[in-house]
């Protein structure tokens, strides 16, 4: 779903806890709500680069994810927000060394 002009995802649909890779970068998102993490729980590869998110819900840190990629994103550093940095160190292995220089410095903004 990259590159399509993707302005909100669904969390209606009945696939989402089967879905284990999603790529919607280059789109215009916004927003990832609560309720779509919440059913997209078996994701296992997520790319959300290159829209326009501020932050994401907390329910992303309960995903599985082993490859995630965020930049491109004016992300907002808030104390809402601070859980997002520990998640990322659970995950950073599977981090391109690119995106880790991406989000620390983004979180030093």
């Known amino acids: ?14 696939y989402l806890p089967r879905l284990y890779g999603l790529n919607v970068a280059d789109n215009r998102l916004t ?8 059913a997209a ?12 998110l501020t932050s994401l ?3 992303a840190r309960r995903l599985p994810i082993q490859h995630l990629k965020v930049t491109g994103n004016p992300f907002k550093c808030s104390c ?17 060394s690119k995106e880790q220089q991406s989000l620390r410095g983004q979180k030093e903004t």
Not at 31 to 38: C, D, I, L, Q, R
Request: net charge negative; charged share 20%.
């Open 1 to 14: 779903m990259s590159g399509h002009q993707v302005r909100e995802l669904d969390a209606g649909l009945d």
């Open 31 to 38: 927003e990832v709500t609560s309720s779509f993490m919440a």
């Open 41 to 52: 729980s078996s994701l296992l590869m997520l790319d959300l680069s290159r829209n326009q």
């Open 57 to 59: 819900p907390g329910e």
């Open 80 to 96: 809402d927000f601070i859980w997002f940095g520990e998640w990322v160190r659970t995950v950073i292995g599977n981090v391109s």
